[in-house]
Every structure is written in C-alpha cells, then in structure tokens.
C-alpha cells in the first residue's frame, strides 16, 4: 500500500470480523456494495488478515493485504493466489468501479471515462 494518495473503497477484517464500506460511497449501486462485500469477506475468511480495496489518484482500483505482527497462520501464498484470482474473476467490477471513480470523483464525462477504460485494458498486458 504505497501509493501516496488512496481513497479506500472498503475493507475487511479477520480480526475484528469487520467489514467496512467508506461512507463517501454510499451512492455506489447496491449489487455493487454486495459484491464487494462477499469477495473481501470470503478472502479474509480463507487467508485472514486485512484486504483494503482503495482509489488511486487516477481512479485504478488497487488491493492492499495486511496482518497482525502475531499472526503466524495468515496465509501469504494463499493470499496472492487469491488476489490474482480476483483480478482476473472480477474485472467488470473493477472496470465499473474505475469508471464511477472516474465520472464521479473526477468528473470525467462518462463518455470520455468509458473511452480511456477501454484504451487502459485494451492496452494491459497482464
């Protein structure tokens, strides 16, 4: 979690058995909010520890994983596996989220948005 500026989307917590959606977002659609809600749950359930989804200055959403210093049974492998599953079963969340940041918090007119969501994963190489 090294990027300067983050807005932080939602997170879970193992610990506190905690999820958290940022109240700025309330206006997210609903589906949108259960989804987000299922996946960090589901992760923090399997791997423990912390899952952060947040913002990035551009509006990339970005995932941020953390443990307790005391925590020997959190599951580092287990985690990044999992985080590349996410990225690659749920990118339309992702793009939808990139492009309500986009529109919303920006103020990128929607049809501008779309067009450099498209030109981004069009031209991604992961």
Same mark, same amino acid.
């Given at each position: ?29 609903? !589906?949108?909010?259960?989804?987000? +809600? =299922? ?10 520890? *912390? %899952?952060? /989804? ?29 985080? !590349?599953?996410?990225?690659?079963? +749920? =990118? ?10 986009? *529109? %919303?918090? /920006? ?19 992961e």
């Amino acid at each position: 979690m090294e990027d300067k500026e983050k807005n932080v989307l939602c997170v879970s917590n193992s610990y506190t058995k905690k999820f958290f959606l940022n109240p700025e977002y309330n206006n997210i659609p609903e !589906n949108i909010k259960r989804e987000l +809600k =299922i996946m960090c749950v589901l992760f923090t359930e399997d791997v423990g520890g *912390v %899952i952060e /989804l947040y913002f990035t200055e551009d509006g990339d959403v970005r995932i941020g994983t953390m443990k307790d210093k005391d925590d020997f049974d959190y599951d580092y492998i287990g985690s990044e596996l999992k985080i !590349n599953q996410m990225k690659k079963e +749920k =990118i339309e969340l992702f793009e939808s989220l990139k492009l309500y940041y986009r *529109v %919303i918090k /920006l103020g990128i007119s929607p049809e501008q948005a779309a067009e450099e969501l498209e030109n981004d994963f069009g031209n991604d190489d992961e």
